[in-house]
């Protein structure tokens, strides 16, 4: 089975365009007829499907374990609260511990440790995972969405992540081309969404938050050993910034595949909730991100760069 | 001594103007002498120094997080810790002996419970840096950077918080003021708790207009009072019914910053646009902002 092509776009700061980048390529490529798989990993925030104007359709819960404990089996012992890295379970003298489900991280200690097995399993829900598709088109979205409240965006993160492998695992999906749309930042949740990738497209804007957090995005693909590459975008807002950037890009051999120009269409294009390549295909940013999803085509698929293999979900 | 009220800028969405909007906050009040004392809690990606300027005074190792240890000499090699992981994160090595994958452990030390040999110890890891400064209006400044890949942002987010804290009350300042992660995860969640008032930035575009209804869905969970300013509000027709939505959820929009080349100009020489560019819209319309503030402020309401 042919193993899709990979692409995380990152890029540490929010706001550059990560999302406007991962979209415009997603559709273009769509529309020339690849069968592509756009994931939305922005857990706390997921936008693709309103930058392409879609109704997402929930899929399905992502849980945790949570403990349960059975009043009737519990000795009062307190094991299970003194073992807890989290705090979440407070032993109470003469009654069975209380839980705080807000601070539980569903590691299970606590189940492991009860000697009077008086602990199962139950669920605590962090998010769940949606499902979007163009109507006749080839293009599928994937994404999932943090609960507001929960702080865990990792593991919702690395739960579609998982699912997404299990898609390219089954032969039925068939994606010439997976784009995963990354969260801002350098945290945990950023690496469970490069982590499968094959290739890193890194966005940046030229002004020195965009510079200090590429830096910081270029970090994150290194220590993933990801071939990195850079596309600047609103290129045009500073010549000095730009600049930089590209001092930066030379000194770290990073190829920069487009720079992007700041563009009332992609604002018209943000409102209107349709990607600027479609919308106003002859403009700037339009006919800058076509060349860039070419030479990423190129990249990627057509020059067909040494297959890792899947890894099991 | 009264405590200072500790307001935390976020938006749900990144990029619609937090730094912007707290550097301008910081400078305004540095000129009219509203003691503040400034946090940076976008520990992922730390950006106000860039433009406030940052004179170091301090910084420490944050060693907060905790990851697996194997001993290979005690290790029987049974696979009980591979199998019980909740996380994947121990992987069988050719020797048989199972080796943590660091971005993938969060060291809640299941595999040392169920460990027959006694082979696993949890130890401490870095998480990051915590730095404690100056800016350059003289404002004392915390400020921390994420080791890359780590989990556990929120945790280092408390402690930019305890030490402001520490030093507000110290110097007996009016405002703590904090600017928060994109996002509504760990570091937002943990920047919110406890903390008086959150201003939400948000651009009047879908994208912003949901993640800053997110965020302050989160903020108004943890019982803090909640504004909002409307960044660019001009960039698009949608901007009225932007700020309604804002209100109708609990923000009050407190100014209306326009579309300003200014305020790129200014990002672009790493200083807050009321210092270089006064007289330009958006520099007036911060202004308003932390004129209100400042009003809320007296009336002990925020």
Same mark, same amino acid.
């Given at each position: ?38 994931v939305d990993a922005d857990v706390d925030n997921p936008?693709d499907h ?6 997402p359709v929930k899929l399905k819960d992502i849980t945790v374990f949570a ?14 609260? &003194? ?18 489900e807000d601070?539980c991280s569903g590691c299970r ?12 399993e139950g669920h605590k829900a962090l998010g769940h995972i949606f499902r979007a ?8 979205l994937l994404g999932a969405e943090l609960k507001p409240g929960e702080a865990r965006s990792p593991l919702v993160a690395k739960a579609l992540m998982d699912e997404v492998l299990a898609r390219?695992?089954?032969? &039925? ?7 995963v749309d990354c969260p801002?930042?350098?945290s945990n949740t950023v690496v469970q969404a490069?982590?499968h ?18 830096? !910081? ?6 220590? !993933? ?53 479609? !919308?106003?295909?002859?403009? &700037? ?6 060349? !860039? ?20 979900p | ?5 500790? %307001? ?78 909740p996380y994947g $994160? %121990?992987? /069988?090595?050719?020797? @048989? ?7 993938l452990?969060e ?10 040999? @006694? ?25 921390? /950077? ?5 989990h ?19 110097? @007996?300042?009016?405002? %703590? ?6 996002g509504i995860g760990c570091?937002?969640v ?24 997110r ?35 609990? $923000? ?15 990002? $672009? ?20 902002? $932390?004129?209100?503030?400042? @009003? ?7």
């Open positions: 089975m042919k193993a899709p092509f990979i692409l995380a776009v990152a890029g540490g700061k929010g706001g550059v365009g990560k999302t406007t980048v991962a979209v415009n390529l997603a559709a273009y490529m769509a529309d020339r007829g690849l069968k592509l798989l756009l936008n309103v930058n392409l104007g879609l109704e403990p349960v404990i059975d009043a009737r089996k519990c000795t009062r012992c307190g094991t299970c609260a &003194r073992e807890c890295p989290e705090h979440a379970l407070l032993a109470a003298p003469g009654r069975e511990p209380i839980f705080f601070r200690v606590c189940q492991l440790v009860c000697p009077e097995d008086a602990i199962s598709r163009e109507g006749e088109g080839s293009l599928e390219l695992g089954n032969a &039925r999906g068939g994606y010439d081309v997976v784009i801002p930042g350098v490069m982590r990738a094959r290739l890193a497209l890194l966005i940046t804007e030229p002004t020195p938050l965009g510079l200090s957090t590429l830096k !910081l995005a270029l970090k994150v693909a290194e220590k !993933l050993s990801l071939p990195a590459y850079l596309a600047v975008n609103r290129a045009d807002i500073s010549g000095h910034g730009l600049k930089a950037v590209e001092e930066l890009a030379a000194s770290r051999g990073l190829p920069i595949l487009a720079r992007v120009p700041f563009d009332e269409a992609a604002v018209r294009a943000s409102v209107e909730g349709v990607p600027v390549v479609r !919308l106003e295909p002859r403009s &700037r940013a339009a006919r800058e991100l076509v060349r !860039l999803a070419e030479v990423v085509l190129e990249l990627g698929v057509m020059r067909g760069q040494p297959q890792r293999e899947l890894e099991k | 001594m009264s405590e200072a009220t500790e %307001l935390v800028v976020v938006s749900g969405k990144g990029g619609v103007g937090k730094t912007t909007v707290s550097a301008s906050l910081a400078f305004f009040y540095s000129t009219q002498r509203l003691e503040a004392v400034i946090a940076d809690a976008d520990v992922d990606t730390p950006s106000l120094h860039l433009v406030l300027g940052f004179r170091l005074k301090r910084s420490e190792e944050a060693r907060l997080s905790k990851k697996a240890r194997v001993d290979p000499a005690k290790c029987v090699r049974c696979g009980a810790c591979v199998r019980t992981c $994160a %121990l992987e /069988q090595g050719q020797d @048989g002996v199972p080796e943590p994958i660091w971005y452990c060291g809640c030390g299941a595999c040392r419970v169920v460990c027959p040999s @006694g082979a696993i110890d949890i130890v401490p890891a870095r998480t990051g840096k915590l730095v404690e400064g100056t800016t350059r209006y003289g404002q004392p400044m915390v400020s921390a /950077q994420l080791e890359v890949g780590e556990n942002s929120g945790l280092l987010v408390s402690q930019v918080r305890l030490r402001a804290r520490a030093i507000a009350a110290e110097r @007996g300042a009016k405002l %703590l003021l904090v600017d928060g992660a994109p570091p937002v943990s920047s919110l708790v406890g903390a008086d008032a959150a201003l939400v930035v948000a651009e009047p575009t879908p994208e912003s207009l949901r993640g800053a209804l965020v302050l869905q989160v903020a108004r969970h943890f019982g803090l009072k909640t504004y909002s300013v409307l960044n660019k509000y001009d960039l698009s027709p949608f901007w009225q019914e932007a700020a309604g939505k804002l209100a109708e959820a609990g $923000a009050p929009v407190l100014a209306l910053v326009p579309y300003d080349k200014a305020v790129v100009d200014a990002l $672009a020489q790493g200083r807050p646009v009321p210092e270089l560019y006064p007289s330009s819209r958006a520099a007036e319309a911060l202004e308003e902002l $932390a004129e209100a503030l400042e @009003g809320l402020l007296k009336e002990g309401r925020p």
